[in-house]
């Protein structure tokens, strides 16, 4: 009886830290469990706190200035939004009723998805 007891101490004395199991391992190497996201960096819109029609002191935006309104639509025919187009929030209102007026009237396209 004396002789397995000093054999079971033998044997733990002689257990590391190393011989212990680490999932930590198996989970970052192997890949087991939900992937993870890479998170997507929000590219920061330069935008001029002025108005460029303002400054150029422009009262209303009509929709027969055709070459105008072309400055603030996207190649598709698209509006540009107020953040890339830095129009105050009087003028883009104003731009948007002049565009569809001028699609209607057919001076502009419509949005196209070519």
């Known amino acids: 009886m004396s002789e397995e007891v000093k054999n079971t101490e033998e044997v733990t004395s002689n257990v590391s830290l190393n011989d212990v199991y680490d999932d930590r391992n198996i989970t970052e190497e192997e890949g087991f469990g939900p992937p993870k996201k890479k998170q997507r960096r929000r590219r920061k819109i330069v935008q001029n706190l ?19 309104l072309k400055k603030f639509t996207s ?15 009087k003028h883009q209102n104003q731009l948007e009723r002049a565009v569809k007026r001028a699609r209607f009237m057919g001076l502009l396209p419509y949005a196209s998805n070519e």
Request: glycine fraction near 8%; charge should be positive; include cysteine.
């Open 50 to 68: 002025k108005c460029p029609l303002c400054e150029s002191g422009v009262k209303e935006v009509t929709y027969k200035d055709v070459y105008q």
């Open 75 to 89: 190649v598709r025919g698209k509006i540009i939004s107020t953040e890339k187009s830095g129009l105050c929030h």
